[in-house]
């Protein structure tokens, strides 16, 4: 069983930065691929990034791809999302995940765990 919590959300001018955390309990959190998702109001939930268990492999959605950056402390069984030139339409609740090592990153059905998600608000 893995618990995850999310933190670092909040409201940002257009072209600011956040960084989200993503807390894991449990011993075996470097056995887990991690994901990071998006759901905006009246959206379905999308894929943003994902690393693999040891952090060698990373994938991003398009939209995000040159702006966000995943990353994982296996030490301190976190992952993170350092979120740069942020815009508007990345305003969204933002979830992490947690997965076994195989299979598609992008696909939600992947992941067993979630968190209940940190609220990100970016300003024009």
């Known amino acids: 069983q893995v618990q995850l919590v999310e933190s670092g959300g909040g409201l940002v001018q257009a072209g600011g930065s956040l960084r989200l955390s993503c807390a894991a309990s449990?011993?075996?959190?470097?056995?887990?691929?991690m994901g990071w998702f998006r759901q905006a109001p009246g959206k379905e939930r999308d894929f943003v990034a994902g690393i693999s268990s040891s952090g060698g492999s990373t994938y991003y959605a398009d939209s995000v791809k040159g702006r966000f950056t995943i990353s994982r402390d296996n030490a301190k069984n976190t992952v993170y999302l350092q979120m740069n030139s942020l815009k508007p339409e990345d305003t969204a609740l933002y979830y992490c995940a947690a997965g076994p090592s195989w299979g598609p990153m992008a696909v939600m059905t992947k992941y067993d765990y979630w968190g209940q998600g940190t609220q990100v608000t970016v300003s024009s």
């Open positions: 449990g011993r075996t959190f470097s056995s887990y691929a």
